[in-house]
């Protein structure tokens, strides 16, 4: 199985004030389904909200729960702004943590930035759906779903019991 035959589906969330109220284009999002169509993943919803904990956490268990998205992947409100919720409304949503996608997605991109070390993002999981937080500019979406990527299509089929651990 290549990276491009696993079908698997994803969702977008967005997490901006100026983007809810139409003020803003989401640029970021439009990162997200670029690289994320061009891996083979398959666009099933779409959304923008604003940096607001339960509209966030509403949309992550709607779309998890409903068994039809394999990954939501978030982007903005990771940084240390006073509206910023998306990490932590993340965490209190999924079942457990995955933090090895986290930690190599800001070791990666300090590499390019040292801002990549004030990186709130998490990613874990909710009813067999990866939970994937991203940054809110195109640029750090690029440089850090592009760490990501190199892992998910296994995390996605390990988690359907597709594939077990490598072996030794």
Do not use: Y
């Not at 803003?24 to 997200?32: H, K, L, W």
């Not at 690289?35 to 992550?60: C, K, N, W, Y």
């Not at 939501?72 to 990771?78: E, K, M, P, S």
């Amino acid at each position: 199985m290549t990276d491009n035959d696993h079908n698997f589906r994803f969702a977008v969330l967005t997490s901006s004030d100026a983007g809810a109220k139409g003020e803003r284009e989401d640029t970021s999002g439009d990162a997200v389904v670029e690289m994320m169509t061009t891996s083979g993943f398959r666009l099933v919803h779409r959304d923008i909200v604003p940096d607001e904990a339960d509209r966030i956490g509403e949309r992550l268990r709607e779309w998890s729960d409903a068994g039809d998205v394999d990954v939501i992947v978030t982007t903005g409100g990771t940084g240390l702004g006073p509206r910023d919720v998306t990490p932590q409304t993340t965490a209190a949503v999924v079942e457990f943590q995955v933090p090895g996608i986290a930690e190599a997605m800001r070791s990666e991109t300090m590499r390019i930035t040292p801002m990549a070390m004030l990186s709130r993002s998490v990613v874990g999981v909710r009813s067999g759906c990866l939970i994937v937080n991203l940054p809110g500019s195109p640029k750090g979406v690029r440089e850090t779903l592009e760490v990501a990527l190199k892992s998910l299509t296994h995390g996605l089929e390990m988690l359907r019991g597709w594939r077990g651990h490598p072996s030794p």
